[in-house]
């Protein structure tokens, strides 16, 4: 449906702080961030590259994605391209690095791996994080969320449909 990219933007960034409230550590202090930096060079362990103008420089990445309640926190962070970081969205991190890194992918696999072990992170979950009271309101949230969605889809459709009928 052309001009709904708004939409993927709202429905990422709701979706997101929808998960924040079961994974609410999404700030890293500049020291761990620093301490990630340097246990990989400064380079993105996707494609091996520095920072650049054209990669759009070295950002922090959650292994686990947020929208599976990952957070940023040592064991769950390495640097990333944006340009990887946008590419891999969602997507299981060994096997995109399989596809991206030029050189040794399992060598840079076993990096990351070490990377875990020595700050060993355990994920979130719906029923760790919340009461079964607060699980009720949060998934009563979510599809509420999902219902307002659709109705904001349905009526771009409508208008566009309207705004098209009448040229």
Same mark, same amino acid.
């Given at each position: 449906?052309?001009?709904?990219?708004?939409?993927?933007?709202?429905?990422?960034?709701?979706?997101?702080?929808? !998960?924040?409230?079961?994974?609410?550590?999404?700030?890293?202090?500049?020291?761990?961030?620093?301490?990630?930096?340097?246990?990989?060079?400064?380079?993105?362990?996707?494609?091996?590259?520095?920072?650049?103008?054209?990669?759009?420089?070295?950002?922090?990445?959650?292994?686990?994605?947020?929208?599976?309640? %990952?957070?940023?926190?040592? %064991?769950?962070?390495?640097?990333?391209?944006?340009?990887?970081?946008?590419? !891999? %969205?969602?997507?299981?991190? !060994?096997?995109?690095?399989?596809?991206?890194?030029?050189?040794?992918?399992?060598?840079?696999?076993?990096?990351?791996?070490?990377?875990?072990?020595?700050?060993?992170?355990?994920?979130?979950?719906?029923?760790?994080?919340?009461?079964?009271?607060?699980?009720?309101?949060?998934?009563?949230?979510?599809?509420?969320?999902?219902?307002?969605?659709?109705?904001?889809?349905?009526?771009?459709?409508?208008?566009?449909?309207?705004?098209?009928?009448?040229?």
């Amino acid at each position: 449906m052309p001009g709904t990219k708004h939409f993927t933007r709202m429905q990422y960034n709701v979706s997101r702080g929808l !998960r924040e409230i079961i994974a609410p550590r999404q700030t890293m202090s500049k020291a761990d961030w620093a301490r990630v930096l340097h246990e990989f060079g400064g380079m993105c362990i996707f494609c091996g590259s520095e920072g650049t103008a054209a990669n759009r420089g070295i950002v922090p990445d959650h292994l686990i994605p947020v929208t599976q309640f %990952g957070e940023l926190v040592l %064991g769950n962070t390495v640097p990333a391209c944006q340009t990887c970081n946008d590419s !891999r %969205g969602e997507k299981a991190w !060994r096997p995109f690095l399989r596809t991206r890194f030029p050189g040794d992918a399992d060598a840079q696999i076993a990096s990351v791996e070490r990377h875990l072990a020595k700050h060993q992170y355990h994920p979130a979950s719906l029923e760790g994080a919340l009461s079964a009271e607060e699980r009720e309101t949060y998934l009563a949230l979510v599809e509420e969320w999902e219902i307002m969605l659709a109705k904001a889809k349905a009526l771009h459709s409508a208008a566009e449909r309207r705004r098209k009928s009448a040229a």
